[in-house]
């Protein structure tokens, strides 16, 4: 089979591979739809290392379901790429996500990925996709739980004002997601005018707003008339970060997606004297999986749009070289196995 694997620093080919087993029936196998691009697969292009297949982002149909009581032939899935133990400590505390093997077993980030023609997946990682859910929504599940997870961990309710910093995939599926939820108004900030172009036309972004204007504060200011109730930072930046917090009402709460590099600097009395609290996690939980889909079912969460670019795997290498030389505009690149 065709497999788009890591070759070395900053090289990826597509291989001629075995199709993988089900590891005496531990493992369903799937034939992937589609599979997505996601900037851990980028950290991984960087490094060049491990030699896998990349993805973990991907939609298919179960081929060989091992020995699964759940799982039949034909049923259509998505999958996580957390394999938990939920035998070690943060399990038993409600952590999976978060679980001590999780970098041991992770699909398309330490063992091989769906970005290939079949991938073989414990059947606990995997999540069925109802019949109005394509295949192209279901390659987007997973970003889609991770964003969501940043809104449960803001407390997050009906109503609430949402602040989102950054129009990256993961910012611009939490604002589908707010909305989704009955948020009353969504705002973005970004950087970038070109970037900002795709959110402009989004049904479910109230207010854009160019995060390097002087007289940003106040704009967010005026736009929330209190505050927001929640912020979700997507960026990464601490430049963005504190843009969030300022943009709080007293008691607001910021949760934290992007994955920063270096150590935030945080105005403390800001903090203490508005009252904001500030959650942060890795991933998601399954319950956030089903929620996901459950929106995509209900036509409540429309993000088929964000699938950019659908292309085939020759052109894997090309795409990552421009998603490092950040000429690429796209939301989410999507790879098509039968292209």
């Not at 589609?34 to 060049?48: E, H, K, L, Q, V």
């Not at 394999?83 to 399990?91: R, T, W, Y």
């Not at 990682?125 to 987007?140: I, Q, R, T, W, Y």
């Not at 707010?178 to 950087?191: F, I, N, R």
Request: with cysteine; aromatic share 8%.
């Amino acid at each position: 089979m065709k497999a788009v694997r890591i070759e070395g620093v900053k090289r990826v080919g597509v291989a001629d591979v075995p199709v993988p087993n089900t590891d005496g029936g531990k493992k369903a196998l799937i034939k992937v739809a589609y599979a997505g691009i996601c900037a851990s697969d980028m950290t991984t292009w960087f490094r060049g290392s491990p030699a896998i297949t990349l993805g973990h982002e991907f939609s298919g149909t179960i081929v060989d379901p091992g020995n699964s009581m759940e799982f039949k032939k034909g049923d259509r899935v998505t999958a996580s790429e957390i394999n938990s133990c939920f035998e070690c400590d943060s399990c038993r505390r409600g952590y999976p996500n978060l679980c001590s093997q999780v970098f041991a077993t992770a699909t398309g980030i330490m063992t091989d990925g769906g970005i290939a023609e079949y991938v073989a997946v414990p059947t606990n990682m995997l999540f069925k996709l109802p019949d109005n859910v394509s295949f192209l929504e279901g390659a987007l599940v997973e970003p889609a739980a991770v964003a969501l997870r940043g809104l449960h961990l803001a407390g997050f309710k009906a109503g609430d004002k949402v602040l989102v910093t950054g129009c990256g995939p993961i910012g611009i599926f939490a604002a589908a997601n707010a909305k989704a939820l009955g948020a009353s108004y969504v705002a973005m900030t970004e950087v970038s005018e070109e970037r900002m172009a795709f959110p402009r036309s989004l049904p479910y972004v109230d207010g854009l707003f160019n995060a390097l204007d002087p007289e940003l504060d106040k704009k967010l200011k005026d736009a929330s008339e209190t505050g927001f109730d929640v912020a979700i930072e997507a960026t990464g930046f601490t430049a963005a970060t504190q843009t969030a917090i300022r943009a709080l009402r007293v008691g607001g709460h910021l949760g934290i997606l992007g994955v920063h590099e270096r150590d935030m600097v945080f105005n403390i009395p800001q903090l203490m004297f508005k009252s904001i609290k500030i959650s942060g996690d890795f991933y998601s939980l399954p319950s956030d999986f089903e929620e996901v889909i459950s929106l995509m079912a209900s036509g409540k969460l429309d993000i088929k749009n964000c699938a950019t670019s659908i292309i085939p795997f020759a052109d894997a290498q090309k795409q990552f070289e421009t998603n490092a030389a950040g000429k690429s505009l796209d939301i989410k690149v999507i790879l098509d196995p039968s292209s």
